[in-house]
């Protein structure tokens, strides 16, 4: 099952410029976009979201873009900080479905 | 800030036993849900649960597999007979009433090691 894919298994970034995390999907039923931040041994933290009416969805440091036609989205946080080091997952659901399909995350490392 | 619980944290239990890992979604939240992910894979969709009854399940999610919400405030995912292949990380999730998608909160997890 690859309707969601995370073509970037990793990603190492300074501290203070722009980070940006890659996230493809193959199934254009999609109409729903997450984003949520992991630590070891901790649960997905919800980031971000977007719905498939908008192209562009942004809160403090983080903004997330849409392009339906590419069907790709992308996180951009800016600017990064030591404690966004974590995996990044993107998910993907279908308006009155109840599941979330996952990516398989990137690792983001921001280096001091 | 309300969250998701999940106990345990770890649970280790031999191939053929039954385990039952438990949440406590939070508080006002009405869907619920369970996802697992195996050592290495992605995260996976198990279940949801709304209004007392299964709404979605996976393929993955067979008889072996039950869910329960005994009170107001739990909700359990049973295994009826643990196999090698079930050890994974296990997140319980839930969701506010709302729109027909919106964001799932999770829990930190229940590891199950089955030796």
């Known amino acids: 099952d690859q309707q969601v894919k995370q073509n970037s298994p990793s990603l190492s970034v300074q501290e203070g410029r722009i980070s940006i995390l890659n996230c493809d999907y193959t199934?254009?039923?999609?109409?729903?976009f997450l984003w949520y931040k992991k630590y070891p041994a901790e649960g997905p933290t919800f980031l971000i979201s977007?719905?498939?009416?908008?192209d562009k969805n942004e809160d403090g440091r983080f903004t997330v873009f849409l392009n339906k036609s590419a069907k790709h989205l992308s996180l951009h946080i800016v600017p990064s900080q030591p404690g966004d080091s974590a995996v990044y997952f993107c998910?993907?659901?279908?308006?009155?479905?109840?599941?979330?399909?996952f990516g398989q995350g990137t690792r983001l490392t921001i280096n001091p | 800030e309300p969250e998701v619980t999940q106990t345990p944290s770890h649970q280790v239990t031999q191939m053929g036993q039954e385990v039952i890992l438990r949440c406590v979604p939070i508080?006002?939240?009405?869907?619920f849900y369970w996802y697992r992910q195996i050592l290495g894979q992605k995260v996976e969709f198990l279940v949801s649960?709304?209004?007392?009854?299964?709404?979605?399940k996976s393929e993955i999610f067979d008889d072996q597999f039950s869910v329960e919400r005994p009170d107001g405030s739990n909700f359990t995912l049973k295994i009826r007979s643990t196999k090698l292949e079930d050890s994974a990380m296990y997140f319980c999730?839930?969701?506010?009433?709302?729109?027909?998608?919106?964001?799932?909160?999770f829990g930190p997890g229940t590891r199950l090691t089955v030796t």
């Open positions: 977007i719905s498939s009416i908008k």
């Open positions: 199934n254009s039923m999609f109409d729903y």
């Open positions: 999730a839930s969701r506010n009433r709302g729109p027909l998608w919106g964001e799932q909160y």
């Open positions: 508080s006002n939240h009405l869907y």
């Open positions: 649960f709304y209004n007392n009854e299964i709404s979605e």
């Open positions: 998910a993907a659901s279908v308006q009155g479905a109840q599941k979330l399909v």
